[in-house]
């Protein structure tokens, strides 16, 4: 195995990591549509990088950013489904948290009434996220759920620093981003399937 690389998609590896690895991993709710991402992309608020063996793609990071705004929110992180826990998800994130500070990342939180074998999922996930050194700041909603806002090289910046950038980072147009999420309110639909 060469040494691997944390670096920006091409126009192709984007279609095939939306095709087939962000497909795959997250469910229809948590994906935004393409041409979307790309949008943000065209735009500079959104960049897409792949964790590559030569040619071969074993992971991906997607990142929001946005001028002016310090916090980088970490969208979505995965590894190729085959290549799961050998310790890529770790060294793509080891390989973020030396390039910006601070990053905030969501992970879903478990669902009432939903079933164990799910929530426990969640739950390690959460987990994962702390053991790589990121610290839950406050609960928040998008796409319809409810995650946990975890951040990391964010010392000296307030929880209310943290949720401003934040939600500055998705802009107004996200309507159904809340952050935080009060414990008594709902979670509104994501924007794509708001007409539905």
Same mark, same amino acid.
């Given at each position: 195995?060469?040494?691997?690389?944390?670096?920006? =998609?091409? *126009?192709? %590896?984007? @279609?095939?990591?939306?095709?087939?690895?962000?497909?795959? &991993?997250? *469910?229809?709710?948590?994906?935004?549509? $393409?041409?979307?991402?790309?949008?943000?992309? %065209?735009?500079?608020?959104?960049?897409?990088?792949?964790?590559?063996?030569?040619?071969?793609? =074993?992971?991906?990071?997607? /990142?929001?950013?946005?001028?002016?705004?310090?916090?980088? /929110?970490?969208?979505?992180?995965?590894? +190729? *489904?085959?290549?799961? +826990?050998?310790?890529?998800?770790? $060294?793509?994130?080891?390989?973020?948290?030396? @390039?910006?500070?601070? /990053? #905030?990342? %969501?992970?879903?939180?478990?669902? *009432?009434?939903? +079933?164990?074998? &799910?929530?426990?999922?969640? /739950?390690?996930?959460?987990?994962?996220?702390?053991?790589?050194?990121? #610290?839950?700041?406050?609960?928040?909603?998008?796409?319809? =759920?409810?995650? @946990?806002?975890? &951040?990391?090289?964010?010392?000296?910046? +307030?929880?209310?620093?943290?949720? &401003?950038?934040?939600?500055?980072?998705?802009?107004? %147009?996200?309507?159904?981003?809340?952050?935080?999420?009060?414990?008594?309110? @709902?979670?509104?639909?994501?924007?794509? =399937?708001?007409?539905?």
């Amino acid at each position: 195995m060469a040494e691997l690389v944390l670096r920006p =998609m091409t *126009a192709p %590896e984007i @279609q095939h990591w939306y095709a087939q690895e962000l497909t795959e &991993a997250f *469910a229809e709710n948590e994906r935004k549509p $393409l041409p979307d991402i790309l949008a943000l992309a %065209e735009a500079g608020r959104y960049r897409l990088l792949g964790l590559f063996d030569g040619p071969r793609m =074993m992971g991906y990071a997607t /990142l929001w950013v946005r001028k002016g705004i310090p916090l980088v /929110l970490l969208d979505y992180l995965g590894v +190729s *489904a085959a290549l799961r +826990s050998g310790g890529l998800g770790s $060294l793509i994130l080891a390989r973020l948290r030396e @390039q910006y500070a601070p /990053l #905030v990342t %969501e992970s879903e939180l478990p669902v *009432a009434g939903d +079933s164990q074998a &799910a929530n426990s999922l969640r /739950l390690r996930r959460i987990a994962f996220y702390r053991r790589s050194g990121f #610290v839950p700041v406050y609960e928040m909603a998008t796409c319809g =759920m409810r995650w @946990q806002a975890l &951040a990391a090289n964010a010392d000296g910046c +307030s929880t209310a620093e943290i949720a &401003a950038w934040h939600r500055a980072l998705y802009g107004p %147009e996200r309507t159904d981003v809340q952050i935080p999420l009060p414990p008594d309110q @709902q979670p509104r639909p994501p924007y794509w =399937m708001a007409d539905r």
